[in-house]
Every structure is written in C-alpha cells, then in structure tokens.
C-alpha cells in the first residue's frame, strides 16, 4: 500500500488502492509535508496499517507483566488481564493523538505512533513477580512518577545527549533484547504454569510456535504492502487457526466480555515504593533518548531537513505526560514505536493526519472488552512465537546502532565491562542478596547497571574525543 510522491512534483497518473478504487497520486512536497492530508480514502487504510504494524507490539507488555504476576494467560479469572490490554490499546491511542494534535507545547505534530514500550519490562518484572494483582499499584503509582519526571526531562535532553552515544545507546537497547529473549522461549514451550510438568517443551508447542515464525517470515520477504506491515499479526493469525484446529482454544472469555469498557482511574490503587519509582525515573530517561532518534529519523530520512528543538522537545514531553496518563488509569509506559517510523519510510507519506486516524481506530478498539478478551485465548505458545521475532528485531535493531560505532580498544573495554555486569547480574540475581530491597531491583535489572556503566566509563576514561 505504498504511496509513491511523483520525483517531479507532477502528478502523471492514478494511484490504485484497496478494493479498486484510485486517486491522483501527490507531489513530492506534499509527501514531505506532516501538515497535508491525502484524504480519508489513502488515510483510513493507511492509518490502520499503522496499528496492524504495531498491535502485536503494543500488546505484549502488559500479557508479559500479568504473567509475571501470576494473573495472566491461563489464570481462573481473566478479568485484570483483560483491562490491562485494554488500556494499552486506549492509551497508545490517545498518546498518539499527543504526539500528532498536540497541546500547546506537547507533542511533536509529526507522524509519530505510540505504544506500550519493552524497555521498561526488566524494571517491572521484579516488582510484581509472583505478587499478584496488588503489586500493580506500586508498579502503576511508580509509572505515574516516572511518567511526570519524564515529561519535565523534555526540557533538558537535549542538553545532555553528549553523555549518549551510540555506544551506549546501543548497548542499551541490545540489553533490553536479550533480557527478554529468555521470556520467549518460555512461552514457546508452554508457559511459566507449565515448568516443571511433561507439558513444557512439548513438540505441539513447539509446532505451534513454530508455525508463528514460519509465516512471519514468508509474509515479511515474499508479500507486500500491508501483507509484510503486517506480518507478526498475520503469523499469530497462522499460529491461532492451527491452535483452533488442534481444540487448544476456547471462546468463553469473550462469550462473558462486555461491550464497552471504560476506564478507572487508579484501577490498581495508590501505593510508593522509592525503588519502583527510581527505576521509572531511569528507565525514563533512556526511552527519552529513543523517542529524539525517531523524532530525527522521521524529519532526516522522510522530510529531508533536520529535527527542530520544538519537535524534539515536544516529543519527550508527549512521551512522559502519555505515561503518566496511562498509568494513572492501570496501562503501561508509552514510548515512540520505531517500526512505525520504518513504515512512513516506504510509505513515502510523513502525514501525521494519517497516523491520527490509526490513533482514533486504537482507542475505539480500547472501548472494546471484547477484543482483549480475544486477545487472551491465544495460546501462550502461538503468543511465543511472536515475541521470538519481536525481541529477537530488537536486539537486532541495537546491532544496527552499534555499526556506527569506532571499535577502539577503549569502547571494546567500555562496551565489554557494561555488558558482561549487567547481563551476569540479571543472570545470577542472588550475587547481590545481602544489599537493601531498592538495590537488588535496579542492579539486576539488566538494563540499568549496564547503562550507568556504560555512561561513566564513557565520560571518565581517556580517548572519548579521539573516537
């Protein structure tokens, strides 16, 4: 569904789109332009190939923390599950419409899509894990914070950027990946609830999940236009319509849903915890830093001319105030969705109007418990699958940021010592039992430990300029 802008400016002839219908194809300028719209005939399609590209995405945080809690796929009440999905649809939706409407100094007014983000999993985990629905509050309460410091950081960023390059940058968001690889292929083989049992492992999860990446591949090299925008989506469809057939799905959760779902604020409660709140705060601070390189991606690589002040600084604030929006109802952290950047970029179409439509279709969609409670029959194991692609894109995509980098011996030493710490003390947490609650969370986090490494190094040993 690609919108090709005629080099020329001229527009020579029809544009086909889906279900035959055609139109003038736009100037190049046009193209370039946030402020244009093609029409609702080019902006419906094309904003909900917006979503399709991030739903699965957008999704899979708030399953992965419910599971970590113990209240999520396969649990006797769904309900909690349920609403959070919920929530995230509602909320990615309206942070959108933050990013591409704007309020006063809020949001960027560019084509950017919103969604839960991933880099905040490895500080959530540990807060909620095996404590049930009641650790959300502390969790959500945590968010909300680290939502509002966020939004005030938009002010001061840019400032400090020099402290992140894309060494550390990289690192940052490889750690992010690997941390949750683990997640995948437990889900693949059966789920948490199903370790320890001759179920875990077995070759019909396998099959399923399996089948997932199969089509996710196929879709994404040999099919075009939404068909590859889509392909996680549509391999999860493949993964599902074996599961019906094999009798491994059942419709109750959504023959019991309702209709509309509106949402509450404070759903989980009130609660502080200083090393919740601490590790939103820094987690806060890297998600920043992602949002400016999708803010520079879209203005450098679509609109060819470099990202204004004003736009990157409404960006961030779009980012925290959307956060703490969401929190405050029992949704996940927002952050800017780097593939629906990738999107505009063979699109050829930087209109933010069109993303406003997908905006509008996420949070109709989050009004409607019926969709969540689909969601939630999905087999865990056709759900691994997917997540496989997904966290494995993302450690992919920090590889990517690390070509860029001068491998001296001094950022081989940086890059090395950062990794090896973070990731080995996720790996074996019990290495830092004796130290105080706020502690053990941040420093096996992954993430963090591995970031303030990487950021002091980076600015107190020798050669930084040289390289």
């Given amino acids: 569904m690609a919108v090709s802008p005629h080099p020329d400016g001229v527009p020579p002839s029809d544009v086909p789109l889906p279900g035959g219908a055609t139109r003038r194809a736009m100037t190049a300028e046009q193209a370039r332009d946030p402020n244009y719209f093609p029409g609702l005939a080019s902006a419906i399609p094309l904003g909900i190939q917006h979503v399709l590209a991030m739903f699965v995405s957008n999704l899979?945080?708030?399953?992965?923390?419910?599971?970590?809690?113990g209240f999520g796929f396969g649990s006797p009440d769904p309900g909690e599950l349920i609403y959070m999905i919920q929530m995230s649809m509602l909320f990615a939706g309206i942070a959108t419409l933050l990013q591409t409407i704007g309020i006063g100094p809020v949001g960027a007014r560019l084509p950017l899509v919103q969604g839960t983000s991933f880099?905040?999993?490895?500080?959530?985990?540990?807060?909620?894990?095996?404590?049930?629905?009641?650790?959300?509050?502390?969790?959500?309460?945590?968010?909300l914070i680290g939502g509002l410091f966020h939004a005030v950081l938009s002010a001061f960023v840019g400032r400090i950027r020099f402290a992140l390059p894309p060494l550390v940058t990289g690192l940052v968001v490889l750690m992010i990946g690997l941390s949750l690889m683990r997640i995948g292929v437990q889900y693949a083989a059966g789920g948490v609830p199903a370790i320890g049992t001759p179920a875990y492992g077995a070759g019909v999860s396998w099959l399923l999940a399996g089948v997932v990446v199969a089509a996710t591949l196929g879709l994404k090299f040999f099919a075009r236009g939404i068909w590859s925008a889509a392909a996680v989506l549509l391999g999860l469809l493949a993964g599902y319509v074996l599961a019906l057939a094999l009798g491994r799905i059942s419709f109750a959760p959504v023959a019991s849903a309702g209709w509309v779902m509106l949402p509450s604020p404070f759903h989980f409660g009130f609660a502080l915890s200083g090393s919740a709140i601490l590790g939103f705060c820094l987690t806060g601070f890297v998600s920043s830093i992602e949002s400016i390189g999708g803010v520079e991606a879209i203005c450098e690589g679509s609109a060819r001319r470099p990202a204004s002040d004003r736009e990157v600084v409404g960006a961030v604030s779009a980012d925290g105030l959307?956060?703490?929006?969401?929190?405050?109802?029992?949704?996940?952290?927002?952050?800017?969705?780097?593939?629906?950047?990738?999107?505009?970029?063979?699109?050829?179409?930087?209109?933010?109007?069109?993303?406003?439509?997908?905006?509008?279709?996420?949070?109709?969609?989050?009004?409607?418990?019926?969709?969540?409670?689909?969601?939630?029959?999905?087999?865990?194991?056709?759900?691994?699958?997917?997540?496989?692609?997904?966290?494995?894109?993302?450690?992919?995509?920090?590889?990517?940021?690390?070509?860029?980098?001068?491998?001296?011996?001094?950022?081989?030493?940086?890059?090395?010592v950062s990794l090896s710490l973070g990731l080995g003390l996720q790996l074996e947490p019990d290495a830092?039992?004796?130290?105080?609650?706020t502690a053990r969370i941040l420093l096996t986090s992954g993430v963090l430990p591995a970031a303030f490494i990487a950021v002091v190094l980076n600015l107190i040993l020798p050669g930084r300029a040289a390289d």
């Fill in 60 to 69: 899979t945080p708030p399953i992965i923390v419910a599971g970590a809690a």
């Fill in 119 to 143: 880099a905040f999993i490895p500080i959530m985990l540990p807060i909620v894990a095996g404590q049930g629905v009641a650790a959300m509050a502390a969790l959500s309460t945590a968010a």
């Fill in 322 to 416: 959307g956060t703490a929006l969401a929190a405050a109802f029992g949704a996940m952290p927002n952050t800017t969705f780097s593939q629906n950047v990738g999107l505009i970029a063979i699109t050829g179409l930087m209109s933010r109007h069109v993303v406003t439509v997908g905006a509008v279709f996420l949070v109709l969609c989050g009004l409607a418990p019926k969709i969540g409670a689909l969601v939630t029959t999905i087999p865990i194991e056709v759900l691994g699958g997917g997540v496989i692609v997904m966290f494995g894109m993302v450690a992919s995509a920090a590889l990517t940021m690390l070509s860029g980098v001068e491998w001296s011996q001094r950022n081989m030493l940086i890059f090395g």
């Fill in 432 to 437: 830092v039992s004796h130290l105080p609650e």
